[in-house]
């Protein structure tokens, strides 16, 4: 196939030609696109690899390519160019940034450590470089619970800065670990009164949540877990209808392994909206995906001492995974 070339002044490509530049870009390059499970379902479709935070730092760790697209929000970007520095790492919008991790500034972060000073630092994936630079070790939800097991029973831990995952984590693992008051806005929004609507409706539904749920969301649910563990589980089950409480993206990749099962989105609160999605994450586009393969930009960069501080508690978690 001849190479494709556009211009400036080219008209605005429809979807099977973006779809058809991006491909060709890809090989031209030797770059490999990454999508988290809550990009839209075009972007899941086109990325070579699709999985929840841990899966993508697993790849990013691996791979072969010269270049990784990124397609999920900015802390994601940062940790696959932590794990593959010789990489040119790439986001389609840099303004697709982490409600999670703005409610953790690294300053603010630092503070709270050295007031105490005896505890080990667990940080969840879903941070600034910054944040992991000051941690013991990363935790992801489908890890978390097997790295906090790992520590003995009477360790003094810090976990930030997700309070609901901590909650949840501290529930199920009997510890007490001091939390950081932060929280993610999706999973912060679901609406209890709308999700007790939703069961009463589907009677027959069992309820999916993902622990960054509040409490409340998540003494309804039938099962509780990461985004690929709701995903193993609606697949492995033999129910045919689920009610599913985290990011509506990952509906895309439940539907496509089980196209016989009904899976119902939980809505936020104060919102006509069915479904409950992170504006992040919607802000990458196949349109930006195109151009930032394209124009190779935006690209992630970070400090080679910040990243040298990283690295240390993501591997760390990369071996106990």
Known sequence: MDKIVYNRFEKPLNKTQLIEAINQLKKEKNAVIMAHYYQMGDIQDIADNVGDSLA???????TEADIIVLCGVHFMGETAKILSPS?????PDLNAGCSLADSCPADAFE?????????TVISYVNTTAA????????????NAKKIVDSFPKDAKLIFGPDRNLGNYINSVT???????????HVHEQFSVEKLVKLKSENPDAFILAHPECKQTVLIMADFIGSTQALLNYATASDKQSFIVATESGILHEMQKQNPNKAFI?????????????????????????YDCLKNETPEILIDAELREKAVKPILRMLELS
Do not use: Y
Request: aromatic share 6%.
């Open 174 to 184: 009997g510890r007490t670990m001091l939390l950081w008051d932060g929280a993610c």
């Open 111 to 119: 503070a709270f450590t050295k007031a105490h000073p005896d505890h």
């Open 265 to 289: 989105p939980v809505p936020p609160n104060d919102s006509t909206c069915a479904c409950n999605e992170c504006n992040f994450m919607r802000l990458n586009t196949l349109q930006k995906l």
């Open 87 to 91: 990489k040119k790492v790439l986001i």
């Open 56 to 62: 993508l730092a697993q790849w990013a760790a691996k």
């Open 131 to 142: 944040v992991k630079a000051l941690t013991d070790v990363v935790v992801t939800s489908t």
